[in-house]
């Protein structure tokens, strides 16, 4: 929708309608851009040799910050191998820096052991993260599937230290409250 230039609003109500229907339409546009870059990732690990079956899309978690405090937070693409979550990918046509943050807390809390690596991009541009030693790339590489089983038969699959989860779990709601859209689901 587009609003007219030099016309007011005649009312209160027509002004708060035309913003309601401003603010849909960009959240309509940003939530096909990510179904986009879902579909090439999803393509990209296909032709390196990952199934639809290593591949989950849209995955809920359920956190629990303190005894009175759950929040749901979800990730774009996890590639599962060996019965374990290896890969944590966050497609987002905004900022993929300012994401880099969310996706460290992420890999960190939301399984039993913290998940390897993970991966931001907007499509053209990458981030990737080894979650352990906190090194980032700019790549948007991803190993082949064997590559990455071979990678992953020596990572020790353990948590993140119980100190530091409540803060990471913190930061992890921050970020989710302020979401401007959900995830679009292809």
Known sequence: MEIPLNKAPESPEERQIM????IKEQEEKF??????IQRFMIENLTNK??????????KSYEVEVSENEKFVTSVDLLIKLNDKYVYAIKCTPA??????????????VVESYQIP??????????????????EVLETMEIP???????????????????????KEKRILYAFDAIKCCPTYKI
């Open 19 to 22: 913003i309601a229907e401003l």
């Open 31 to 36: 939530a096909h851009s990510i179904g986009y």
């Open 49 to 58: 040799g990952y199934t639809l079956e290593d591949i989950e899309i849209n």
């Open 95 to 108: 900022s993929i820096d300012s994401w880099q943050r969310f996706m460290l807390a992420f890999c960190r």
């Open 117 to 134: 690596f993970a991966m931001i991009t907007d499509g053209i541009e990458g981030r990737l993260i080894n979650i352990t030693s906190g």
């Open 144 to 166: 082949n599937k064997e590559e990455l089983q071979n990678l992953t038969s020596n990572i020790d699959f353990v948590p993140y230290s119980k100190d530091k989860l409540p």
